[in-house]
């Protein structure tokens, strides 16, 4: 599990047996039997096979019938970019109405500097953990309760990125404290501030929008491992599907192919690219070097965290 102070994303919900639902509805398509008639001789193999086609040839439509449910936990600055995606539905804590990060660090910054009692404040509690030279590791373990951090700013140890974050939470519990409501304190907050998401996608919008867009090495770190996280939740309960999935190189691929190859595959050279170039323009020689920074760079943020 990744460490708090970084996204996560994990499954809640989907919709049992979808594999052999979205197999089904395929083979609807094209012969005259009912729904229960082809479920009957539908086994793995033909399961199997009915979703490598479907891949194959980009028959996208029997993949919206599954449905996948995520809570996500993420920044702002990801949340934004997450509710860009149309074929989906979200429902996200609002700032108005709960500042439970927030008091969770407070909760926090009070078992480090030790001022527990009901009498102090938030402001003093972050204004005395401030004053205590505390070390980054200390520090980065009180933010990361209320914060996404940058990974560039853990690794350059930059107490100064920190430390503005804490003084956010003081100002925006000290003009709680002089009368302003939360929906206007709630203004002063960086867009580092943790969210929590609950967000539903249909596989397709899975398999050929989000994942392929959100795994490629040109978007947003954050959004990128939450797309990793995602991807990793789907190819655990339905491999058949999501072993598929990836950077828009490998959708891109996989349609060009006469057989489709799973992410491992491409990312353990088992698969060579034919595209001339991927839709980021790198190419065809620097693709599999790109692939593999995106796919290396989630492992050992998984690993570390």
Same mark, same amino acid.
């Given at each position: 599990?990744?460490?708090?102070?970084? +996204?996560?994303?994990?499954?809640?919900?989907?919709?049992?047996?979808?594999? %052999?639902?979205?197999?089904?509805?395929?083979?609807?398509?094209?012969?005259?039997?009912?729904?229960?008639?082809?479920?009957?001789?539908?086994?793995?193999? %033909?399961?199997?096979?009915?979703?490598?086609?479907?891949?194959?040839?980009?028959? #996208?439509?029997?993949? /919206?019938?599954?449905?996948?449910?995520?809570?996500?936990?993420?920044?702002?600055?990801?949340?934004?970019?997450?509710?860009?995606?149309?074929?989906?539905?979200?429902?996200?804590?609002?700032?108005?109405?709960?500042?439970?990060?927030?008091?969770?660090?407070?909760?926090?910054?009070?078992?480090?500097? #030790?001022?527990?009692?009901?009498?102090?404040?938030?402001? /003093?509690?972050?204004?005395?953990?401030?004053?205590?030279?505390?070390?980054?590791?200390?520090?980065?373990?009180?933010?990361? /309760?209320?914060?996404?951090?940058? +990974?560039?700013?853990?690794?350059?140890?930059?107490?100064?990125?920190?430390?503005?974050?804490?003084?956010?939470?003081?100002?925006?519990?000290?003009?709680?404290?002089?009368?302003?409501?939360?929906?206007?304190?709630?203004?002063?907050?960086?867009?580092?501030?943790?969210?929590?998401?609950?967000?539903?996608?249909?596989?397709?919008?899975?398999?050929?929008?989000?994942?392929?867009?959100?795994?490629?090495?040109?978007?947003?770190?954050?959004?990128?491992?939450?797309?990793?996280?995602?991807?990793?939740?789907?190819?655990?309960?339905?491999?058949?599907?999501?072993?598929?999935?990836?950077?828009?190189?490998?959708?891109?691929?996989?349609?060009?192919?006469?057989?489709?190859?799973?992410?491992?595959?491409?990312? #353990? %050279?088992?698969?060579?690219?034919?595209?001339?170039?991927?839709?980021?323009?790198?190419?065809?020689?620097?693709?599999?070097?790109?692939?593999?920074?995106?796919?290396? /760079?989630?492992?050992?943020?998984?690993?570390?965290?």
């Amino acid at each position: 599990m990744p460490t708090k102070h970084y +996204p996560s994303a994990r499954l809640v919900a989907r919709l049992p047996d979808a594999q %052999k639902l979205i197999a089904i509805s395929a083979k609807l398509t094209i012969t005259p039997k009912d729904f229960e008639s082809i479920a009957e001789k539908m086994d793995e193999n %033909k399961i199997e096979t009915w979703i490598t086609e479907l891949v194959k040839r980009g028959h #996208g439509s029997p993949l /919206e019938h599954s449905i996948y449910v995520f809570e996500v936990v993420c920044s702002r600055v990801c949340s934004h970019q997450l509710v860009r995606h149309r074929h989906a539905s979200f429902s996200q804590l609002s700032q108005r109405y709960s500042d439970k990060y927030l008091r969770s660090l407070v909760s926090r910054a009070r078992e480090v500097t #030790g001022l527990t009692g009901d009498d102090v404040g938030e402001v /003093e509690v972050i204004d005395r953990l401030l004053e205590m030279g505390l070390d980054f590791d200390t520090l980065l373990d009180v933010v990361g /309760e209320a914060f996404i951090v940058p +990974p560039k700013v853990v690794e350059l140890k930059n107490r100064v990125f920190l430390e503005r974050l804490l003084e956010s939470v003081r100002d925006y519990y000290e003009v709680l404290k002089s009368g302003v409501i939360y929906e206007d304190a709630r203004f002063l907050l960086p867009q580092a501030v943790k969210t929590r998401v609950i967000v539903s996608m249909n596989a397709r919008e899975l398999l050929e929008v989000f994942i392929p867009l959100r795994t490629c090495s040109r978007a947003q770190w954050e959004i990128r491992w939450v797309a990793w996280a995602v991807r990793e939740e789907l190819v655990k309960v339905d491999p058949l599907i999501f072993k598929f999935s990836g950077p828009r190189c490998v959708l891109m691929e996989n349609r060009a192919r006469s057989s489709p190859c799973s992410l491992e595959d491409f990312a #353990g %050279k088992k698969c060579s690219f034919t595209i001339e170039r991927c839709p980021e323009l790198v190419p065809r020689d620097k693709i599999q070097e790109c692939l593999f920074y995106s796919v290396s /760079e989630f492992q050992r943020y998984t690993r570390t965290s």
